[in-house]
Every structure is written in structure tokens, then in C-alpha cells.
T-cell receptor, first 118, second 115 residues
Framework: GAVVSQHPSRVICKSGTSVKIECRSLDFQATTMFWYRQFPKQSLMLMAT?????????EQGVEKDKFLINHASLTLSTLTVTSAHPEDSSFYIC??????????????FGPGTRLTVL | AQKVTQAQTEISVVEKEDVTLDCVYE???????LFWYKQPPSGELVFLIRRNSFDEQNEISGRYSWNFQKSTSSFNFTITASQVVDSAVYFC????????????FGQGTELSVKP
């Protein structure tokens, strides 16, 4: 079953509104989570690293005031797209590395959130 | 700088054909990881393989095989006897050993397998 969940899976909003996307790790704690963005027919681009108990680290070119990240607990990170515009329409995916003792080869990805801004 | 290049944007094959997806990477790290993921139309990423930079052994898993060549910085993926269910976008990705969570993805190759 899924070990990282995202909510909502789809959201449609009007231009100018803010949208919050949740990423939860199920059955394990994640001090670090990652947020990626994927435009249609394009690759996944890392937006930021979410750190529990400290500020998020943003990749170059990503506006931190536009994309607010809060790692509220060891199992929850939220991405808020503030004052969304049509160009923010994208597929947002979060991921979390599993505990080392699980000895997994990959981090776990959430199922993604498709944001459409009208 | 790190970079992953998947030169093939789209590939179309007929069922039962073999198909190879190319992946070339750039990194200055001596230790790193390489990955392949499958992304079906639903959007959820499906992990296929991880290879450590110090392990150049090729790997076979059922109809899937991977050819890792450090000399040419390539990590190619072959599907043997392709099936319609293999239709998806495939991503090659790179991560530094000490930043295992931060993946650098290639542009992706959209594979279409026709019956």
C-alpha cells in the first residue's frame, strides 16, 4: 500500500486564491521531504527540501514567498501555492526517504496533486 | 553540475519488439546513484531500479534489463518483448551519494507500445 499520501489529488481554483497541498508519510517519520513540480509532458523538477523543525531549502529560481512550505510534524509537510495563477498549473509530487533500517533503494513518492488554476 | 539526458522524447514500437531507452548523465561526484522510474498515465511514479556508481554489474529483472557503463556515463534500459502495459513515460534520474533524496531527473521518454 501507499506509504506517502497527498491531499488533495486534484484541485481547481480561481486565479488569485491560495491552495494548500498536504504530504503525509504513513507508518514512518520523515524529517525531510521533497517537493517536485512537473509541467505537462515535462520532467520532474525539484522545488524544495522540506525540513522538520527548520526552514525549507528552495532550489534556484523557486520563489519561497510564492510556494510556502511548512514541515509541521514528522509525518506532514504542506506546500501552499499563494495567489495562484494559471502558470502555476502543474502536477506537484512530494517524496520522503524511508527510514534507513528499512533498507530500501528508493524514496517513496506520493501519488501527486494536479493543480489547475483558472 | 549534475545533468541527466534522455535524448529520445518519444518511442513507438509494436508489441513484442525489444526497445532500449537511453540515459546519459553528468556528475562530478565519484559516488552517486542512478535510478529508473516508470510514470503511467495516472501520474504516480513507479520505482524500477537503483544502481550505485561503484557497482557496474548489469541487471536483469524479468523482461527488464539495465546496462550501466561508467566509461560512457550511460545507464540504458531495455525492455524485451514489449507489451502494451509497458506504455508509459520512463525517467532516468541521478542522486549524489550524500544527497540521496534530491533527484535530478532526465526529460523522460514516452514509450508507446501498440498491439
Amino acid at each position: 500500500g501507499a506509504v506517502v499520501s497527498q491531499h488533495p489529488s486534484r484541485v481547481i481554483c480561481k486565479s488569485g486564491t491560495s491552495v494548500k497541498i498536504e504530504c503525509r508519510s504513513l507508518d514512518f517519520q520523515a524529517t525531510t521531504m521533497f517537493w517536485y513540480r512537473q509541467f505537462p509532458k515535462q520532467s520532474l523538477m525539484l522545488m524544495a527540501t522540506s525540513n522538520e523543525g527548520s526552514k525549507a531549502t528552495y532550489e534556484q529560481g523557486v520563489e519561497k514567498d510564492k510556494f510556502l512550505i511548512n514541515h509541521a510534524s514528522l509525518t506532514l509537510s504542506t506546500l501552499t501555492v499563494t495567489s495562484a495563477h494559471p502558470e502555476d498549473s502543474s502536477f506537484y509530487i512530494c517524496s520522503a526517504p524511508p527510514p534507513r533500517q528499512w533498507n530500501r533503494d528508493t524514496q517513496y513518492f506520493g501519488p501527486g496533486t494536479r493543480l489547475t488554476v483558472l | 553540475a549534475q545533468k541527466v539526458t534522455q535524448a529520445q522524447t518519444e518511442i513507438s514500437v509494436v508489441e513484442k519488439e525489444d526497445v532500449t531507452l537511453d540515459c546519459v548523465y553528468e556528475t562530478r561526484d565519484t559516488t552517486y546513484y542512478l535510478f529508473w522510474y516508470k510514470q503511467p498515465p495516472s501520474g504516480e511514479l513507479v520505482f524500477l531500479i537503483r544502481r550505485n556508481s561503484f557497482d557496474e554489474q548489469n541487471e536483469i529483472s524479468g523482461r527488464y534489463s539495465w546496462n550501466f557503463q561508467k566509461s560512457t556515463s550511460s545507464f540504458n534500459f531495455t525492455i524485451t518483448a514489449s507489451q502494451v502495459v509497458d506504455s508509459a513515460v520512463y525517467f532516468c534520474a541521478l542522486a549524489s551519494y550524500n544527497q540521496g533524496g534530491k533527484l535530478i531527473f532526465g526529460q523522460g521518454t514516452e514509450l508507446s507500445v501498440k498491439p
